[in-house]
């Protein structure tokens, strides 16, 4: 029988009563949140149970919401149940001034690249990551460019030629 | 019209093998004489070896240039070689990410002097349309650039005028340029040597 976004719902609140928060239904797919604290028990939880099996990380990305205050970075999971063909989405917040999450490498050794393009990118700290350092920006690189923290023209560059473009 | 040059200087074909022209000097029966400098452009100039760095669009554009149509190797720069070891000219085409920066320096320091430098296309000459915080804003922050060829990306015809004005350079450059002290200058600010 298939697996439907009702009984992965009930499997969760069931396990976490009221620390899993936030579901919601976008195009079919289920999308719900925790405390960050929790993020390994509940991957730990949706690979392990016997109905669920999200045995494959498709994606591990971030997003910043700078008007967030206190929960600006989002992590988000994308889990896919190879067997029953279904998807879901898992999102933890965190504070961009102490952005540690657990890693999720020990589940998934896929989660590897993904968290160091996620540091690379939105900065988050992943505590327990074997090897976390940039992988796609220049080493020397001292920001996380895809925070929404900079001017659209950032005026502290250095590198651009103010002649050639007109400022 | 399409704001590249053209090059408008008629050519008629003299002979079914065209031949260079000859430089400035002195003949009489039997003998020629001219500097060093000239007969040793002459050469250089027509026998150009060009090592292309196609990253992007632009590189597409040259691949057009290399083929029949347009055809680069009319221009004594048939041999493309793929090592910069063999090569004078370093043709850079297309944007160049921050992280690829010490790749094209690399490469630059792997060619032997007597070098030059095309940076062909916006994104190479300035960084072009990305403004952005990974491409490196113009390849001339890493080596030097004799010739830039503008556009985006720059039509065939172009970068083949760009590649007659490396050669007008290469013509006229003095022996002894590359001992200069501005020379040594220039490449000491890129921090080369
Ligand atoms: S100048 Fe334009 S065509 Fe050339 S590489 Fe850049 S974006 Fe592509």
Redesign the interface.
């Known amino acids: 029988m298939a697996l439907s976004n009702e009984q992965i719902k009930e499997k969760l609140v069931e396990k976490f009563g009221d620390q899993v928060i936030g579901f919601e239904e976008q195009y079919g797919m289920l999308s719900f949140q925790s405390a960050k604290e929790l993020n390994l028990k509940v991957l730990n939880f949706l690979v392990e149970e016997a109905t669920l099996q999200f045995r494959f990380l498709t994606d591990l990305c971030g997003v910043h919401y700078p008007d967030n205050k206190g929960q600006e970075i989002a992590v988000v999971y994308h889990l896919h149940n190879m067997r029953e063909n279904v998807r879901i989405r898992y999102k933890v917040f965190t504070d961009s001034a102490q952005p540690d999450v657990y890693t999720a490498t020990g589940l998934f050794a896929g989660a590897n690249w993904m968290e160091r393009e996620t540091y690379d990118f939105y900065g988050v700290n992943f505590v327990g990551h074997p090897n976390l350092k940039r992988i796609?920006?220049?080493e020397e690189?001292d920001y996380f460019?895809m925070r929404k923290e900079y001017p659209l023209?950032d005026q502290s560059r250095i590198?651009?030629?103010d002649e050639?473009?007109g400022r | 019209m399409r704001p590249v040059s053209y090059n408008i200087k008629k050519k008629p074909l003299e002979a079914d093998i065209s031949m260079a022209e000859m430089p400035e000097g002195h003949q009489g029966q039997g003998f020629f004489a001219t500097t060093l400098d000239n007969v040793i452009g002459l050469a250089r100039k027509n026998s150009l070896w060009p090592l292309p760095f196609a990253t992007s669009c632009c590189g597409i554009e040259f691949m057009a240039t290399m083929a029949a149509t347009y055809d680069i190797a009319r221009f004594g720069s048939e041999r493309v070689g793929f090592s910069p070891r063999q090569c004078d000219l370093l043709m850079v085409m297309g944007t160049i990410a921050k992280k690829m920066g010490p790749v094209v320096k690399q490469v630059y320091l792997q060619m032997a002097e007597p070098r030059w430098v095309i940076a062909v296309g916006a994104c190479a000459s300035s960084g072009g349309i990305f403004d952005t915080y990974s491409v490196l804003q113009g390849i001339d922050q890493v080596v030097p650039v004799d010739v830039y060829v503008p556009g985006c990306p720059p039509r065939p015809e172009a970068i083949l005028d760009g590649l007659m004005r490396i050669q007008d350079l290469v013509g006229k450059e003095s022996l002894r340029r590359r001992n200069s002290e501005q020379y040594k200058a220039l490449l000491e600010s890129y921090g080369i040597q």
Do not use: G, H, S
Request: aromatic share 10%.
């Open positions: 796609l920006n220049v690189m460019p023209e590198d651009k030629d050639m473009f």
